[in-house]
């Protein structure tokens, strides 16, 4: 009885463990400030002219990614919406720390960088969490290292 009883204790644990191991889910929205009115807003056509956008994710866990360049400009689907992407981590404690940086050429250099945007999130236990994270204008349309 006394080996079913430990069997049982042993078994339950590694149930209990497994959870510390399960993915969290962090789709994030991201849009272009298309208010042209303001100076952190993107002018008509601009977004459009965006080659690259660089991804990346900082904090609890980490990670990036590359959209582009695209000679035919960024896959906007609705105005200024780029869409949703999706990070995961094993992660359920800290603040992840999600940036967009938008480039007008092929390059990352930094006089080719015309917009960035930033949000931080708590890591949970949450399956899945959503976040939004808006890119503004913080350069001109001038890279001359095309």
């Known amino acids: 009885m006394r080996a079913a009883r430990l069997l049982f204790g042993l078994a339950l644990a ?17 849009a272009f400030n298309g208010d042209s009115t303001q100076a952190n807003g ?6 459009g ?3 690259v956008c660089v991804m990346s994710v900082s904090g609890a866990d980490s ?8 000679s035919q400009g960024l896959p906007v689907t609705s105005g200024s919406l780029i869409g949703t992407f999706e990070f995961s981590t094993f992660e359920d404690s800290g603040t992840l720390n999600f940036k967009v940086e938008a480039y007008d050429a092929s390059n990352t250099t930094p006089d080719c960088k015309v917009g ?4 931080s999130v708590m890591a949970t236990a949450t399956t899945t969490n959503t976040a939004m994270l808006t890119v503004n204008r913080t350069g001109n349309f001038t890279c001359t290292n095309m």
């Open 14 to 30: 590694a149930v209990g463990a497994a959870g510390c191991h399960d993915f969290h889910y962090y789709d994030v929205t991201v």
């Open 42 to 47: 993107f002018k008509v056509g601009e977004i």
């Open 49 to 51: 002219n965006i080659q």
């Open 63 to 70: 990670g990036s990614f590359r959209i582009g360049p695209n």
């Open 116 to 119: 960035e945007g930033t949000t």
